[in-house]
Nanobody
């Protein structure tokens, strides 16, 4: 089992920045691809960004490219999502996810956090 706990959400004005954190425990963190997803009001959950176990590979949704950066520190069992130039459409619950299959990025994720709310005001 892998336990994931997100933090760092909150209320921010459009154009602002926010950094989300996800702390992992339970298994060897460096074995896992980590990712961020989000689910906006009335929308389906969507992929935001992923990072391979070594951090050599990253993948971003088109909506995140150029604005969001995913990073990890295997020594701290933590993955972050730095979000800049936020817009109201970025309002969502953001979820951290983990999976240890070899292919990057995975087609699905085995472990999920509870989510953290991000609200961007206009």
């Amino acid at each position: 089992q892998v336990q994931l706990v997100e933090s760092g959400g909150g209320l921010v004005q459009a154009g602002g920045s926010l950094r989300l954190s996800c702390a992992a425990s339970g298994r060897t963190f460096s074995d896992y691809t980590m990712a961020w997803f989000r689910q906006g009001p009335g929308k389906e959950r969507e992929f935001v960004a992923a990072i391979s176990w070594s951090a050599r590979s990253t993948d971003y949704a088109d909506s995140a490219k150029g604005r969001f950066t995913i990073a990890r520190d295997n020594a701290k069992n933590t993955v972050w999502l730095q979000k800049n130039s936020l817009a109201p459409e970025d309002t969502a619950v953001y979820y951290c996810a983990a999976d240890n299959r070899e292919h990057f990025p995975p087609s699905s994720y085995e472990y999920w956090g509870q989510g953290t709310q991000v609200t961007v005001s206009s």
